[in-house]
């Protein structure tokens, strides 16, 4: 069944349909009475004169000059009627409440005392921030989160154009801590009018007066696309996109790396270890993404309301991980050393294709050195692994810089995309001089230009992202545990080398 339009509803309640009316409220409730609290800032207050505000429009239907604007018909009435609430409170310091009504407010939540208070208590912490803001922002901002967050809502309840309200919320997030944000959407969110208000108006209307007679002009509203919000929400994902692509990426290479470790092991007692513990990895992988699972689950269902304890069990199980994985690389290489070891005093031969390979990789892999010794180097010049390197590590930094400037923090994204230009050219420039510099030094500075472009970046987030921009990528000071990989990777690297030459100087020709 197709929604009835504001006009054709208005029309029907004008002629006394109390059913039309009753749609009229649930539809606008949360608009009138947001209206409403950014003006007066009482929640309670706001829903007194939110009844009233819709007691008034039945009896003045007849009077709508244009149905189709019934929006900001109404809201011009809410408005109008908190300013005289407030104005009468003011100066009588009474409560402006209706308690002439024939009715009584149901208690809709049986709550402590004590959660009352600290309920109480933050709704007040809330209007003291909104106060501080100008009522061109205030209204739209309130409006906003009580409209399901639609900005066309918003701009029809206020007579403006869409994209003036987008600007007038953007520049409202700014003046206020991103916290602060989401606290204020959670509040006005939970104290949105329920089922129950619309049950109160319609209880309240006069039984024996009825708007009617009104002759509306038929006008159908267009449907809302939702086009920008689309848009909004795909370009705050390309910034993620990129960090998951990441990570499959990474897996993928772990798993390329670990089949072609098991292919060139000496002996085939190597082999099955790798087979073993590569389920092991696997298993603690799943376990991993289970609590993490459960952890992201537990915070939408709002099991977890604070952020903070959100963000800090989520980088506990990183470090968590991070600390096992340390742990299982060093088992598997003290066991995958024992092995070889054993092997080798047990006269086992090695498998022939490693025979042959490690052959060829000794005549490619061999230098002199200055000192005339003879050593050899793991490292060399391939154009897949250095610049794979080299701009994966700094990749990250162009789908952040086309998310900033969607979000309005140009200076970041233009900042990002320089970063990532940096460590192209450095790249460009050690490739064409390949023939001048040692390979494994060059992947080393590699990882220290990265380290020190990715702390630059974060040092830009931190300090150019506006409100929008830093609540759309989730930043918190967590990020900064990031840089902890690059000392890692290059102690890694070293580790590579130097168990590379000692085994190619230990093996037999």
């Known amino acids: 069944m197709a929604i009835p339009e504001n006009t054709d509803l208005v029309r029907d309640a004008a002629q006394g349909n109390h059913e039309a009316f009753e749609t009229l409220v649930n539809r606008h409730a949360g608009m009138v009475t947001g209206v409403a609290y950014s003006v007066c800032g009482d929640f309670s207050l706001s829903e007194d004169i939110g009844q009233e505000v819709f007691v008034e429009a039945w009896k003045k239907l007849s009077t709508i000059r244009d149905p189709e604007n019934f929006a900001g018909w109404i809201c011009t009435i809410a408005r109008r009627r908190a300013i005289d609430a407030v104005r009468a409170k003011n100066s009588t310091h009474a409560n402006c409440s209706i308690d002439n009504m024939p009715f009584e407010i149901p208690d ?209 199980l990183h470090l968590l991980a991070v600390g096992c994985t340390c742990l299982w690389v060093w088992r598997f290489n003290l066991g995958y050393k024992r092995l070889a070891d054993e092997a080798r005093a047990a006269g086992e031969p090695v498998r022939e294709f490693v025979q042959r390979q490690r052959d060829d990789v000794r005549k490619q892999t061999q230098v002199v050195r200055a000192d005339g010794s003879i050593g050899y180097e793991a490292f060399q010049w391939r154009a897949a692994p250095w610049f794979g390197s080299c701009i994966g590590s700094t990749a990250w930094m162009v789908p952040l810089a086309v998310a900033s400037i969607w979000f309005g923090s140009t200076g970041l994204g233009m900042f990002a995309i320089g970063c990532f230009l940096v460590a192209l050219l450095l790249a460009s420039v050690a490739w064409v001089r390949r023939d001048h510099l040692f390979a494994y030094w060059s992947f080393q500075f590699a990882i220290a230009a990265a380290m020190v472009l990715t702390a630059v970046v974060l040092v830009a987030i931190s300090t150019l992202a506006n409100a929008e921009t830093l609540q759309y990528l989730q930043w918190t000071p967590w990020g900064w545990l990031v840089l902890l990989m690059y000392p890692a990777i290059s102690l890694y690297f070293w580790w590579i080398r130097r168990s590379f030459e000692r085994r190619m100087l230990q093996s037999p020709d």
């Open 108 to 316: 809709r939540n049986q709550v402590t005392p004590e959660a009352n208070m600290s309920m109480n208590q933050e709704r007040e912490w809330i209007w003291s921030m909104l106060s501080e803001l100008p009522e061109m922002y205030r209204e739209p901002m309130v409006l906003f989160y009580r409209c399901e967050e639609s900005t066309r809502d918003v701009a029809i309840a206020l007579g403006e154009k869409e994209s003036t309200i987008r600007q007038r919320l953007k520049r409202g997030r700014e003046m206020l801590r991103t916290e602060m944000t989401q606290s204020i959407r959670k509040t006005l969110g939970e104290t949105a009018p329920k089922a129950a208000f619309a049950a109160l108006v319609m209880a309240s209307l006069p039984s024996t007066t009825y708007a009617a007679g009104a002759s509306a002009t038929t006008a159908v509203a267009g449907k809302a696309s939702g086009v920008g919000s689309t848009v909004v929400k795909s370009a705050a994902a390309t910034a993620f996109g990129g960090a998951a692509i990441g990570s499959l990426i990474g897996v993928a290479g772990g798993a390329l790396g670990t089949w072609m470790s098991w292919k060139n092991c000496e002996y085939e007692s190597q082999q099955r270890l790798i087979v073993r513990r590569t389920m092991h990895l696997l298993f603690g992988m799943l376990v991993f993404g289970i609590l993490v699972g459960v952890l992201i689950t537990a915070k939408v269902q709002g099991l977890l309301a604070s952020n903070s304890l959100f963000v800090g069990l989520l980088a506990g």
